[in-house]
């Protein structure tokens, strides 16, 4: 399996409430991305967190890394129609018997707010 | 400023033909990386530069699959010949510095391979 899954794979929610996406991931990291995408653009980065932060906030964004259960989570509150997007985690992961990392995508969650 | 430019942004193309997507990075960024995109497979990362140079290859599927960097500002992915599984969304995206930093992305290209 991939480092970088996240789930639930879909999520379907009503304007107003609140969405968490979760991230799991294999190796060690130095730092954990989100990002979003709409349909039919470019993905876009949201937030960074690094491994010895275990919370961060931006605007409606909160999010958390337990390095212990190697997970994170995004959650988006009071959420909009206009946050209907696909959510993707992305580590620096290792990749190889070295000490060399890259950047690893999950396959992302996508989230539809209903108006 | 402008972010990561791409063109075309859609491109049909028949089975066997030769297909240049064009890519200019976020000025000062010295990363620049391709992806392949599919519901199938999700997001491929196919090459990375850094200072212009391949850094990595080893996601390109093929031998028809190639792409340079000339100089800091452009960047094209060429397939020759195409096939239908070719078809796809492909991204550029440029970083400030290195492989696992923040990455812009542009606007994708959509490829149809008939």
């Known amino acids: 399996s991939q480092q970088g899954e996240e789930d639930p794979q879909a999520l379907s929610i009503q304007e107003g409430e609140n969405a968490t996406m979760n991230c799991s991931y294999k190796t060690s990291i130095n730092n954990l991305q989100w990002y979003r995408q709409n349909s039919g653009r470019g993905l876009v980065h949201l937030i960074l967190i690094r491994s010895n932060e275990r919370e961060k906030h931006s605007g409606r964004l909160r999010v958390t890394l337990d390095t212990s259960k190697k997970s994170s989570s995004l959650l988006i509150t009071a959420s909009r129609a206009a946050d209907t997007a696909s959510y993707f985690c992305a580590t620096d992961g290792l990749y190889n018997a070295g000490n060399n990392r890259k950047l690893i995508w999950g396959l992302g969650t996508s989230l539809a707010v209903n108006p | 400023d402008a972010g990561v430019i791409q063109s075309p942004r859609h491109e049909v193309t028949e089975m066997g033909q030769e297909v240049t997507l064009r890519c200019k990075p976020i000025s000062g960024h010295n990363s620049l990386f391709w992806y392949r995109q599919t519901m199938m497979r999700g997001l491929e990362l196919l090459i990375y530069?850094?200072?212009?140079?391949?850094?990595?290859d080893s996601g390109m599927p093929e031998d028809r699959f190639s792409a340079k960097m000339p100089n800091a500002s452009f960047s094209t992915l060429k397939i020759q010949p195409s096939e239908p599984r070719d078809s796809a969304v492909y991204f550029c995206?440029?970083?400030?510095?290195?492989?696992?930093?923040?990455?812009?992305f542009g606007p994708g290209t959509r490829l149809t391979v008939l």
């Open positions: 995206a440029s970083s400030l510095e290195g492989r696992t930093d923040t990455q812009y």
């Open positions: 530069f850094n200072n212009n140079v391949p850094i990595d």
